[in-house]
Every structure is written in C-alpha cells, then in structure tokens.
C-alpha cells in the first residue's frame, strides 16, 4: 500500500492557475499508473489526467492544452499544473496510484475553486 497526500488546492479566479502535488509515503518507482481525478458535487469522479510509469500520459478532453501531469520518482510526488482554469473545473481532485496486482490507493483529495 501507499499512503497518498494531496495539496496545492484552493481559491482562483478564472483564467489562473494552481500547481496540485501528491506526496507518496514510497518509492513511487514501481507504480503502473498514477493519476489525478476529480469529483463535483452531483457528479461522478472523473479521469483528469494520468501517466503511466513509462511516462506516457492521457488526458481527459475538457483539459487537455492547459493541464500537465508530471511525476518526480526522486521526491514520490506527482504533480498537476493546472493553467487557464474554468468554473467548470471546480472539484474536489484526488490523486491516485495503481500497482496492477498490489494496490489501488487514493488520497483524502483538495479542494480546487474556480470563481468566474
């Protein structure tokens, strides 16, 4: 298992931007996937990006162009940059790590608030 934590959300105008961080509790090295998803109230959680341990990444369509997903496996954190935010992009996002045939871990999530 990994214990997750996420940081970096907040309160931003539309048009700004916010960098997301997700500190692992482990060597992030031998994660298959790690990824960023997010959750508005009424809604079901969604896929916002994710980068497979090879370093290839996927991105929802809503973001793609203006976020940016990056892993530092020396420092087992994950990143989001998230520019030219929306309203639309006001969720709770939770970091995610998936070890195929281990372990599927979320973080507690950060709230991201886009006011227009």
């Known amino acids: 298992q990994v214990q997750l934590v996420e940081s970096g959300g907040g309160l931003v105008q539309a048009g700004g931007s916010l960098r997301l961080s997700c500190a692992a509790s482990?060597?992030?090295?031998?994660?298959?996937?790690m990824g960023w998803y997010r959750q508005a109230p009424g809604n079901q959680r969604e896929l916002v990006a994710r980068?497979?341990?090879?370093?290839?990444?996927d991105y929802a369509d809503s973001v793609k162009g203006r976020f940016t997903i990056s892993r530092d496996n020396a420092k087992n954190t994950m990143y989001l940059q998230m520019n030219s935010l929306k309203p639309e992009d006001t969720a709770v996002y939770y970091c995610?790590?998936?070890?195929?045939?281990?372990?599927?871990?979320w973080g507690q999530g950060t709230q991201v608030t886009v006011s227009s």
């Open positions: 995610n790590a998936l070890k195929i045939a281990d372990f599927n871990s």
């Open positions: 482990r060597s992030i090295d031998s994660i298959n996937v």
């Open positions: 980068m497979f341990n090879r370093g290839i990444t």
